[in-house]
């Protein structure tokens, strides 16, 4: 099957480095301390962060720093077929130890001892690249709900089919067999968080994939900070400063 | 600090919003002797609602219902299965109702919340019976083929209501929904219906090409009042609904027949005089509504 037509465009219209359109909303639930909507395209993710509160399970409390804890879900209708378990399957299992970790590296969790900061993520559409949607709507989630980080952490995907390396990759391009490459970055800091790849590539395409992928991070990190500068100003509008 | 009056009452040295969570009742107590809530809303008004039709695209059906903070999102799958030897001639609804820990600071992963077990029971009790949907629509090949209708309604945001956003989005799911084109193929099983584009004659007819819309009885309609002494609060918040804990739920149909009544205990009891002041409530909520659900639907239309 041709993911890249000769003319240079994808399936979807796209030109190989071209990313999905964005879409940023924080605060989509109300009793959270802290939430955001994130979409890629046709990827949806909705985001809610609660802490930093009591922790839940004492012996789990750690006398130094917080404890950051991730749940990771896709609801029913998300996916072409009708998922029959949500969640407990192994793929969300393993999605939300990844996504916990990556974040987990960049809270301040020593200025917050005794206490759980708890992530819940939940794919309402998900149409390849959840993983970095997650990542970027827990980004905003936790901006909103006001806990301390070392920098944004963003993430995109990318990989290399008929011989192009395409950044965002949807769900067609995703099942296609070709590598998939993730980037979890962080933009600030120009450090890499995260880093996950399937599926066989030469040695030396390696580099370029991963360079687009961060190249993508780079860009999104650009588009959460425009969408937290615009929040920070209704916020101050609305108090009347 | 001042002296305690002769009543004990503390709330003229005290922050609002301190004696607001030591007191709830008490504060909530003072606003209903001047018929007012916390919020401004009169006694018997509901909060702001808003239904949105087509929220995820993936879905066969959707809609996204918010009233006032809380918020539900329905979608429907469509599947085919055999129906049952019972009843070849018909299809079948399943409804799940599910609490992921977004929406509340009270749900935790891993234990759900109780409020979903009963909701979704009531849900599923209150759509079925409430006779909105023929099963018979919902059939394909006479005793091989039927539709399996999989309504997933998942709560975004819990504040108080619950039952009644819910029922709003799972009614706008089913009138949003449009049921796939399918023919049958020669092995006899059922796909999904493709156009051939060039001219060429069809070589399978679809089987259900006229019915893609289902069309739907009497709409249920519900409305959920919190019981207090002699007050009758309609369309509780979370607050309202914890500090009094008798909840009455009563649901209506577009007939003006009553669907459902439903008061699980609760330390106030009901006269039959509040029984039915609930139920003038809900009949005028259920006008509320259809407006709101008529709205949503022609500003569907129009694109």
């Known amino acids: 099957m041709e993911f890249v037509n000769p003319e240079g465009l994808r399936l979807d219209g796209r030109r190989p480095m071209e990313m999905r359109q964005l879409r940023a909303e924080i605060g989509a639930v109300a009793r959270a301390d802290g939430s955001a909507v994130f979409e890629m395209g046709n990827t949806k993710v909705i985001a809610a962060v609660y802490g930093p509160r009591e922790v839940q399970n004492k012996s789990q409390q750690s006398n130094d720093q917080a404890l950051v804890r991730c749940e990771y879900t896709m609801a029913n209708f998300s996916t072409g077929d009708r998922k029959r378990k949500p969640k407990g399957d192994r793929r969300s299992t393993e999605i939300s130890l990844v996504i916990r970790q990556t974040m987990e590296a960049c809270i301040l969790t020593h200025l917050m001892p005794r206490s759980q900061i708890d992530i819940y993520v939940q794919v309402l559409q998900a149409d390849g690249g959840t993983r970095s949607a997650c990542i970027n709507a827990a980004t905003l989630a936790l901006a909103d709900a006001g806990i301390p980080m070392r920098d944004l952490v963003t993430s995109c995907s990318s990989g290399y089919l008929n011989s192009t390396p395409l950044l965002d990759l949807n769900y067609l391009e995703d099942s296609a067999g070709g590598p998939d490459v993730t980037v979890g970055f962080l933009p600030k800091l120009d450090r890499v968080t995260l880093l996950q790849m399937d599926a066989k590539l030469p040695v030396d395409i390696v580099e370029n994939v991963m360079q687009l992928a961060i190249e993508g991070c780079k860009a999104i990190a650009t588009y959460i900070r425009e969408v937290l500068l615009e929040n920070t100003k209704q916020l101050e509008y609305r108090r009347g400063l | ?303």
Not at chain 2, 223 to 247: F, G, Q, W
Request: glycine residues 6%; negative net charge.
């Open chain 2, 1 to 303: 600090m001042g002296l305690l009056d002769s009543s004990g009452d503390l709330s003229a040295e005290m922050e609002v919003d301190a004696f607001r969570r030591l007191f709830p009742l008490r504060y909530y107590e003072r606003h209903l002797a001047e018929s007012i809530r916390p919020d401004g809303r009169p006694l018997g008004r509901a909060r702001d609602t808003t239904v949105a039709l087509g929220a995820v695209s993936s879905a066969d059906g959707s809609a996204l219902a918010k009233i006032g903070s809380t918020t539900m999102l329905a979608a429907i799958k469509m599947e085919v299965m055999t129906p049952s030897a019972e009843s070849p001639d018909e299809g079948c609804i399943a409804i799940e109702f599910h609490m992921p820990p977004i929406c509340s600071p009270i749900v935790r992963p891993g234990r759900p919340a109780e409020a979903a077990v009963v909701v979704s029971k009531q849900l599923s009790d209150t759509i079925l019976s409430s006779g909105m949907i023929d099963l018979k629509e919902l059939a394909l090949v006479s005793g091989k083929a039927a539709w399996m209708a999989y309504l997933d309604i998942y709560c975004l945001d819990a504040d108080g209501a619950l039952f009644d956003a819910a029922l709003l989005s799972a009614v706008a799911a089913f009138s949003h929904l449009q049921i796939p084109v399918v023919s049958v193929n020669d092995k006899g099983k059922i796909v999904a219906f493709t156009e051939e584009g060039d001219g060429r004659k069809l070589e399978k007819e679809a089987v259900n090409k006229e019915k893609i819309k289902l069309t739907l009885g009497s709409i249920p309609f519900s409305l959920t009042c919190a019981l207090h002494k002699k007050y009758i609060l309609a369309d509780p918040t979370s607050e309202e609904e914890s500090i009094m804990e008798t909840l009455v739920t009563v649901v209506m149909d577009s007939s003006d027949r009553l669907v459902s009544f439903y008061k699980p205990g609760g330390p106030a009891l009901a006269y039959t005089s509040l029984v039915t002041d609930c139920v003038a409530l809900t009949r005028h909520r259920m006008k509320e509504l259809e407006k709101i659900l008529d709205e949503a639907f022609s500003g569907m239309e129009v694109d």
